[in-house]
């Protein structure tokens, strides 16, 4: 079991009894008060894969994005040898977002703030998705969830990223891999934001979110 803090990333192997520090780097603050913490992710194929992700910490820190990979269950790391091609954009914490397919080793899928990146190697090569932009401040892609697949998709998981595609700010939901997106939601349900979001694994087209000052909401 990991555990992420600010100062450090840690793990138990007995319940909590103990904890025992990771090699993974120690986040500073950037700027007064500006909190840091790693994202994790776990591999539902693989239980000795982890993957923990830096935001860089706020969108001026003129610190990119890394995603670290750990092989023995996320008691050491290292840093993913694309993470510094792929060119994460900086940003807070609480505006990117990383998952893990549940049903493909080493499918990993993270939202930087700005767009979506998707790596099918464990993060050892990543691909850049064009739909998504940050617009009128307005993050581009902040939150992002992996549920059950459409019936004969061609891609084993319904992909749903909470993000700016054409200027328009919504649900944003993918059955292709992210080749095509359908808005989820529209202007009528935009919920005064969205703060955290999850997929169904075993309904498709149910998601779950918390929308700023609503509640928990689900919708099919």
């Known amino acids: 079991l990991p555990f992420a803090s600010q100062a450090q990333f840690m793990y ?5 009894a103990n904890w025992t520090a990771t090699n993974l780097p120690a986040l500073p603050v950037v700027g007064q008060g500006w909190g840091r913490g790693y994202r994790l992710a776990a591999d539902r194929k693989n239980p000795n894969k982890v993957y923990a992700y830096d935001s860089g910490g ?3 820190s ?16 290292s840093l993913s040898p694309g993470s510094a091609s792929a060119a994460f954009a ?4 609480w505006a990117t977002s990383m998952a893990v397919n549940p049903n493909a080793e080493g499918d990993l899928w993270v939202a930087d703030g700005n767009t979506v990146y998707h790596s099918v190697d464990s993060g050892a090569t990543w691909t850049r998705l064009t739909a998504f932009a940050s617009a009128g401040g307005v993050s ?7 549920g059950k697949a459409a019936p004969g998709a061609s891609y084993s ?15 944003h939901r ?13 202007d009528a349900h935009q919920f005064g934001g969205i703060g955290v979001m999850a997929a169904d694994q075993g309904i498709y087209g149910r ?3 918390s929308g700023t000052g609503r509640g928990l909401l689900y919708s099919n």
């Open 174 to 186: 993918s059955d292709d891999g992210g080749a095509t997106w359908t808005r989820f939601n529209d």
């Open 12 to 16: 138990t192997t007995n319940n909590g």
């Open 58 to 60: 706020a969108t001026w």
């Open 157 to 171: 998981a319904a992909v749903y990223v909470v993000g700016v595609i054409n200027g328009t700010w919504g649900v």
């Open 90 to 93: 900086p940003d807070a914490w």
């Open 62 to 77: 003129g610190s990119p994005g890394k995603v670290y990979v750990s092989t023995d269950a996320g008691h050491t790391f």
């Open 140 to 146: 581009g892609a902040s939150l992002i969830a992996l």
């Open 207 to 209: 998601i779950y979110l």
